[in-house]
């Protein structure tokens, strides 16, 4: 059995999703943990996905904290005898893994990219970024259950399934933890998330001051996109503080327009489930338009301007028309 938790439903469905790749290779089944206060809905939904959901529903799960959170999986997980424990990619759920890793006392892989199982040996084998993004390390884990952590983003969402899978309700005792959660406010929020945005316009190393990133936004101002960069830029440049590549955020929007990137691997690894990739650089050999499905070779203080005139013309034309 492989078992999926994260204490977010997005995260969750992308765990799900791959689990079950997994599980039709090894001839498993996958089961959701659900755990917190008033949370049978969430439970049903996510029955639609996986085989079997455990539900565990208390009030001292209502603001859960990761020991607690934790402590429920580890009893859950003694029960069920699992092969494989996948837990989400957010910072809390990163956190539940090491805990429960050490209360099981197994291995645990955390920040995963993918995984996959080696035809042959029927072994799973985990994927994970090294030497800050620049290499990629496959490692494997001999106790049992495997526990790992998952980076959020990296999978698709799972795809309902033809029969509903069974929801089994669980009455787990539960210690109260010992941090008080004193008050709870919601984040602020910052627009739309670059990681779920359907258009993603990105800046490179061809830029050649910070200022300039203001023709990127005058692009995704009429493309209704995000602007994002390269790490070069945000990691030796200093210019911002995330970036877009395999290191940062991965992203797979229906629009993907690169301007000024070269196309190092890591970058090509973030957004390599785009829809659609365009590329602006001036070096015809630029990595970046062996990976697009559009290229313009042309200098970007030239190309962007021509580009943006373009699209809110066709905008304008287009509303006139309707």
């Not at 990681?195 to 995704?220: H, I, M, P």
Request: one cysteine or more; a neutral charge.
């Amino acid at each position: 059995m492989i078992v999926t938790y994260s204490s977010s439903i997005d995260c969750m469905l992308e765990l799900v999703g791959k689990s079950r790749s997994i599980a039709e290779t090894l001839g498993f089944k996958v089961a959701s943990i659900v755990m917190g206060l008033n949370v049978s809905d969430l439970a049903d939904n996510i029955s639609l996905y996986s085989d079997i959901v455990y539900l565990v529903d208390n009030p001292v799960l209502e603001h859960a904290t990761p020991d607690v959170q934790s402590t429920v999986l580890h009893s859950i997980l003694e029960k069920v005898k699992p092969e494989l424990v996948l837990l989400g990619g957010l910072k809390e759920d990163k956190e539940v893994a090491a805990r429960l890793s050490a209360k099981m006392n197994v291995g645990c892989v955390s920040e995963c990219i993918d995984v996959e199982v080696e035809q042959q040996s029927k072994k799973t084998l985990f994927k994970r970024l090294v030497y800050g993004g620049i290499a990629i390390a496959i490692e494997s884990i001999s106790s049992k259950p495997q526990v790992v952590s998952v980076r959020r983003g990296v999978f698709e969402k799972a795809k309902p399934l033809t029969v509903k899978g069974e929801v089994v309700r669980l009455d787990i005792p539960i210690q109260k933890s010992r941090i008080e959660v004193v008050e709870v406010r919601s984040k602020e929020a910052r627009g739309v998330d670059i990681e779920s945005a359907e258009v993603v316009v990105v800046g490179g190393r061809g830029f050649r001051r910070r200022e300039d990133f203001k023709l990127l936004e005058d692009l995704k101002e009429a493309l209704n996109g995000v602007v994002g960069c390269t790490r070069p830029v945000a990691a030796d440049l200093k210019w911002f503080t995330e970036w877009v590549g395999l290191s940062g955020h991965m992203v797979k929007p229906k629009l993907y327009i690169g301007v000024g990137v070269s196309g190092a691997i890591q970058h090509i690894a973030g957004i390599k489930d785009s829809k659609i990739v365009v590329a602006v650089n001036n070096d015809p050999n630029a990595p970046i338009f062996n990976a697009c499905d559009y290229g313009i070779v042309g200098d970007l203080y030239e190309v962007l301007p021509e580009l943006i005139r373009e699209i809110k013309a066709l905008k304008e034309s287009t509303y006139k028309g309707s």
